[in-house]
């Protein structure tokens, strides 16, 4: 399987602005730039968009977890907060927590737990942390 998501942007890093896009139109044309990204202002930016995604991948896993012990959820509610440090001349994401509220009719504590703990360690989301990053770029004139 293959996704597709696009970027564009126009001008310098203070001044210009880009948008993002993805096949399936859920996000087109969404603006982002850099006051969104280290001074709150409008739009997104990719930190927020990457915990959007962890949030999003952490939940499906656990269900798919939950269920493949029987267990169906009522709720899983997953707040990621993206950490975005400065690291030697530049910045790198240096840590995503997550916060889980879920509703399992029938789980113990320690049944939770010991899912959760899985589905943590075993979304795709998670495991792109430490992905290879492959890339082709071409230069239009």
Partial sequence: MKKKAWAVWKGGIKDGGGSIS???GVLKEAPYGFKARFENGPGTNPEELVGAAHAGCFS??????????NLTPETIETHAEITLDKVGDGFAVTASHLTVKARVPGATAEKFQEIANMAKAGCPISKLF???????ATLES
């Fill in 22 to 24: 993805t096949e399936t």
């Fill in 60 to 69: 499906m896993a656990l269900s798919l977890m939950l269920g493949n012990a």
């Fill in 130 to 136: 430490n992905a290879k990053i492959t890339m082709d």
